[in-house]
């Protein structure tokens, strides 16, 4: 048996990182993370800190999707309700801005809440193309309420801290970043106790959930409730990193983005999430890179860009779902096993 | 007053676009009868039927008489490769991973049409006779009349012939046990590959009516969205059910879009289609499916 | 409550069940003994699994009434029903397949746990406290038990059948039973792996205190491990007592003689 995972007792054994290396190296991970803004440039940060609310986004589809089976192409309609509560209270009510993305969270929540009622009769499918009306439901409302300013939409001032305005990417790292590794770390929690299994096991079988014990439209409720709290929470994280919330700014292909980042990433596992988010997210800037690398050869190369992206983004959802449809973190597994040791288990 | 002679017009036009979504409907729910594929690619088959006969009819000079089959043909060719190379590997996957495949299939049409073509909308060559129609007093926009007619003739050749062939036989058996049919000797993977050249010709076929009416874009494949509406309030697998709702959302969008703006017709339609899931979600002429534990 | 039925667990009685124009369940009427090894018996079709399924309330009966423990069952939901001692198992396997071993048996204690959503996100205090305790009692009790310690971090796609079988009875015995029900228990095992599991059922009997019910076509193991008989054909109880008396019942003969179509005739509902 290899030294690294001889377990202990139950509790090192259930614990998320079960090896002292796997210790080590996450560790090392946050050092990083905290070092990374004093020596990343501004394009650097602002990259990171898109990546983090992708990340948080997609976690909650995650949640919904991955964990417990409930497709939705509603993710980013419900980013947009926690953008414009944030927003609205931000101009409003002026209160801080920890207690405006908990508000936009639970206010969220009770919308996905809502947008899951039907999911214990509609399933599947049904229940992604009802999540897509929501959606449509959603853009009509923030686009013709006077409170969210019509298709104008919102501007708002930064967030503040101790009088301190966090209005550059450096000084926003600090506030997305942190909360997007709690909201991981609940994730992650989540799936060691009863309510993550419970999500799973409706995921895989739902009828016969039921009847061991789980009351599947408290569940799926739940599992709404959680993913469109995630949800809101990102989309407040939005609203304070672009500080301009339009209609516009949350539509369908963005819902459609994070399905594709937890297919591409790995469909119920919390590193799929992450990796999936992250790795869709610089898709676009390395072919802008690239872009920018040929245009001495190929003028037309920018104008090129925009399709081909879409182009890239179709072929990655659809060459992940047929070649690696349990996708990076699956990968990244394999590798692991490679090299034997190495931090999460999930 | 109420202006009759108006209502009608309206209520004529929207039977005009309804006739569009109803044969385009009935091309998405063959594929699903079929394969059980919710394609939601169809709108970007539509989008490239258009764009194959602006290519055919504006690029290479040809006459709308052989554009439109060489629109219909390129669908086809989608089709077949479509299913082929995308579709047959994902036998026996989660319908929604197949669902997103469609979604990613989308997307890289989208994508293809825009480095071909570029970015801008286009209009169609002109091909159908301008002359106006009247129906009664009510007047009707040529293209769309025409539309029409050319819709309802494909409509009814489907259902009639899906009645009436070996094809439909073989389709029939096929959605309603694949196991079955297989063993009854029908060639299963005939009938997957033929709904998709099929389908997918129709929506080809369909989207160069699409855009000699409203011009072609790279973004027409949003009529993807509302064909999605009408096959469920419908029935996913249900012709009728796409004729009927393809019929019914079309004359609601144009009431929608004349007296309420044009803003609100997603508005109108989706909350139909909540409406619909809430009370009967398996649309209106579909098949119910029980579960077994 | 008097002596006979406070020795009863469960109570069905004139249960009837339709699907369309299929008569799964007629007039189904039988009691299990506390305690006992009870058999449900018949040919294929005969409505045994709808039968559980009723108990569990997937299905609603269209006449009749269950009770378990004296308390009758109408009305109340599957969920709360497993809450209150109805565990069991599937005919064809209903194990979670995307979850290892571990947490499929994990899942079976989920509706006598109290963690709710709060404590889970944080996975402090209440939270790491059941689910420690939990997997301590599952090891101890369960795993070891079964003998299944070298597969539980096995992700249950991999396993062969008949483990598949030994995950889902320690799935059922860890929702805490009161009344175990299984859908075939050995169906499509080998002589030894029947065996295995025979003795298990015995042994779930005597020491943890559990009442079995369950559904079984190897009439070898029925007549030996079971008190009580119930036999069932076209969704109607046709003979009931204990396992010598009914396999030597004509009725039942006939019945399963009828695996061809003239005892099917013969034994169909006309004739019963
Ligand atoms: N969900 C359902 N819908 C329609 N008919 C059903 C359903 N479930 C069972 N049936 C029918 O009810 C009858 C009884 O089936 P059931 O599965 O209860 O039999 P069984 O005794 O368990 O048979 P086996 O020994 O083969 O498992 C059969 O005719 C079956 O086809
Ligand atoms: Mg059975």
Redo the contacts between chains.
């Keep these: 048996m290899r030294i690294g995972t001889l377990k202990t007792s139950y509790a090192a054994d259930e614990a998320l990182f079960d090896t002292r290396l796997q210790k080590l190296l996450i560790l090392l991970a946050c050092a990083a993370a905290v070092l990374f803004p004093f020596v990343a440039s501004p394009y650097w940060l602002f990259l990171a800190c898109l990546c983090a609310i992708n990340v948080a986004s997609a976690t909650g589809l995650n949640i919904l999707t991955g964990y417990t089976g409930l ?1 939705s192409l509603g993710q980013a309609a419900f980013m947009s309700v926690g953008a414009y509560t944030v927003a609205v209270l931000e101009i409003h009510a002026g209160t801080p801005f920890l207690l405006n993305l908990l508000v936009g969270g639970l206010l969220t929540a009770l919308v996905g809440i809502g947008v899951g009622i ?1 999911s214990l ?2 399933k ?3 229940l ?3 999540t ?3 959606s ?2 959603l853009h ?1 409302v923030f ?2 309420w006077p409170l969210t300013g019509g298709m104008q939409g919102l501007s708002m001032p930064p967030a503040r801290l101790f009088g301190m305005a966090l209005d550059q990417p450096f000084q926003l790292y600090w506030l997305i970043l942190p909360v997007t590794g709690l909201m991981v770390l609940g994730a992650a929690n989540l799936f060691r106790t009863r309510v993550g299994r419970a999500f799973i096991a409706i995921r895989d079988r739902d ?2 959930a039921e ?1 061991l014990g789980i009351p599947l439209l408290r569940y799926k409720l739940m599992s709404f409730a959680v993913s469109s709290f995630y949800a809101g929470l990102a989309g407040g994280l939005w609203a304070y990193f672009f500080r301009v919330v339009t209609p516009e700014s949350f539509p369908l292909v963005n819902s ?1 983005f994070y ?2 980042a937890i ?1 591409v990433g790995g469909m119920g596992t919390i590193l799929g999430g992450i990796l999936g988010a992250v790795f869709m997210t610089m898709v676009p800037e390395l072919l802008k890179f690239v872009a920018g690398l040929v245009t001495p050869f190929y003028p037309d190369a920018l104008a ?1 860009l ?13 060459g992940f ?2 070649f690696e ?1 349990h996708g990076l973190a699956e990968i990244w597994r394999r590798i692991r096993r490679f090299f034997h040791l190495w931090p999460f288990r999930t | 007053m109420t202006d009759w002679l108006f209502l009608t017009e309206v209520f004529l036009a929207g039977l005009g676009s309804g006739a569009l979504y109803a044969v385009t409907g009935v091309a998405f729910v063959l594929i699903y009868k079929a394969t059980r594929v ?1 394609n939601l690619a169809i709108g970007e088959i539509l989008m490239l039927g258009g764009y194959a006969f602006f290519g055919a009819a504006a690029g290479w000079h040809l006459p709308a008489w052989v554009a439109l089959p060489v629109a219909i043909l390129a669908g086809a060719l989608v089709g077949a490769v479509v299913e082929r190379g ?1 579709i047959r ?2 036998i026996g ?1 989660s ?3 197949v ?3 469609t ?10 049409v ?2 071909v073509w570029g ?1 801008d909308p286009l209009r169609l060559p002109e091909f159908l006779p301008s002359a106006p129609i009247f129906i009664g007093e009510a007047y009707v926009a040529p293209k769309v009349a025409y539309g029409f007619l050319a819709a309802m003739v494909v409509v009814t050749a489907f259902v009639l012939g899906l009645r009436f062939s070996r094809g439909g036989v073989a389709l029939k058996a096929t959605a309603a046990d694949q196991a079955a049919a297989y063993s009854v000797g029908i060639d299963v993977p005939r009938v997957f590959s033929l709904s998709w050249i099929v389908a997918c010709g129709v929506a080809a076929g369909a989207g160069v009516l699409v855009g000699a009416i409203g011009g072609i874009s ?1 973004t027409m494949g949003v009529f993807g ?1 509302s064909v ?1 509406v009408v096959v ?1 309030v419908g029935g996913l697998d249900s012709m009728a059910g796409a004729l009927v709702g393809g019929l019914f959302i079309g004359v609601v969008e144009a009431f929608a879009g004349t007296f309420l703006g044009g ?2 017709r ?2 109108v339609t ?2 139909i ?2 409406l619909i ?2 009370i009967r ?1 398996y649309g209106l002429f579909g098949t119910h499916e ?2 077994r ?1 | 409550m008097t002596e006979a039925a406070r020795d009863v667990i469960l109570d069905v009685e004139g249960v009837s069940l339709a ?1 369309g124009g299929v008569r799964a369940l007629t007039d189904v009427s039988f009691s299990v003994r506390r305690g006992s090894i009870t058999a449900v018996i018949g040919p294929n079709g005969a409505g045994k ?1 709808s039968l559980f ?1 009723t108990i569990s309330g ?1 299905y609603r009966p269209r006449s009749g009434n269950i009770a378990f423990d004296g308390r009758s069952l109408a009305g109340t939901a599957p969920p709360e029903r497993a809450r209150l001692g109805l565990a069991r198992t ?1 005919q064809n396997i ?1 194990l979670f397949r995307g979850m290892t071993v571990l947490d499929n048996i994990k899942l079976g204690r989920h509706a006598h746990m109290r963690t709710g959503l709060l404590d889970a996100l944080v996975y402090r205090g209440r939270a790491r406290r059941e689910e420690l305790e939990l997997r301590a009692e599952i090891e101890e009790r369960i795993i070891d038990f079964l003998e299944i310690q070298h597969i539980r971090n096995a992700p249950v796609a991999t396993l062969p059948y008949g483990l598949r079988k030994r995950v889902e009875l320690a799935r059922a015995l860890a929702m805490r039973p009161r009344l175990l029900m299984l859908d075939e228990p050995v169906a499509g095992m080998n002589r030894e792996e029947t065996e295995d599991m025979a003795r298990f059922i015995l042994d779930v009997k005597e020491e943890w205190d559990v009442t079995i019910l369950m559904v079984e076509h190897d009439m070898g193991m029925v007549m030996d491990i079971s008190d009580h008989v119930v036999v069932l054909n076209f969704g109607q109880v046709i003979a009931e007592g204990g396992p010598a008396a009914v396999q030597a019942d004509p009725a039942v003969v006939a019945a399963y003689l009828g695996a061809g179509d003239l005892g099917r005739r013969l034994s169909g509902p006309e004739a019963a």
Excluded: C, D, K, W
Excluded at chain 2, 103 to 112: D, M
């Design positions: 497709v039907p009769r509609v599947g499918l049904y992604a193309i009802a897509i009306a929501a449509v439901v009509f686009a013709h009828i016969s009847v459609i399905l594709a297919i090129l925009a399709p081909v992206r879409t182009i890239v983004f179709g072929s990655l959802i659809v779902l047929i449809p | 919710v995308l590997p994902m996957e319908p929604i991973s669902f997103m495949v979604i990613g299939l989308g997307s890289i049409l989208a994508g293809f825009q480095i970015a790279p969205l999605l469920i803003e609100y997603f508005l989706f909350s289609l909540i899931l809430m979600p029980i579960e534990l | 699907f699994t399924n997937f599937f209903a």
